[in-house]
């Protein structure tokens, strides 16, 4: 029988704590810039003058930005699931020899076994077990009895 399609919720907005994170790393790293330039270099005889401070954190503040941006889409993908959660679900032979080949199950490929049926590229299987990494299919027909779902 094929899994129940489940309906996931989907965010719009990321979490507090991943902007309050963006933030407060933000803070760190301009911290440690001007640290670095008002203190660790002039002890070293190098003096930048405070304009160049300036755009370093300004360009500091564009990169922090820019990649929390980056990582904020993150938040709005469907959740994978684990492999096992696929026993049951119908996918397609792709290549085949002896009682090995390929299948495309929910849109990705795997390596598959299936014993006592013969079967050929464009088959319609189902996932009885899983294996490793590999899956371990049955014919549709045989799965769901000889008249098919």
Partial sequence: MAPIPTKSVMKSSPPLWYTVQAILGALLEQGLLVAAVLWLLPRFGIRLPLWLLAIFMLGLAVHSYIMYRVGKP??????????????????????????????????????????????????EVVVAAVEGLRLVVVPKASYYGTGGA
């Avoid at 397609?92 to 049926?117: D, F, I, M, N, P």
């Fill in 74 to 123: 993150t938040f709005s993908l469907k959740p994978r699931v684990a492999f096992e959660n696929i026993i049951g679900a119908q996918g397609v032979v792709t290549r085949w020899q002896s009682s090995e080949g390929y299948v495309k199950v929910q849109g990705v490929l795997w390596k598959a076994k299936c014993h006592g049926h013969e079967l050929k590229a464009g088959d």
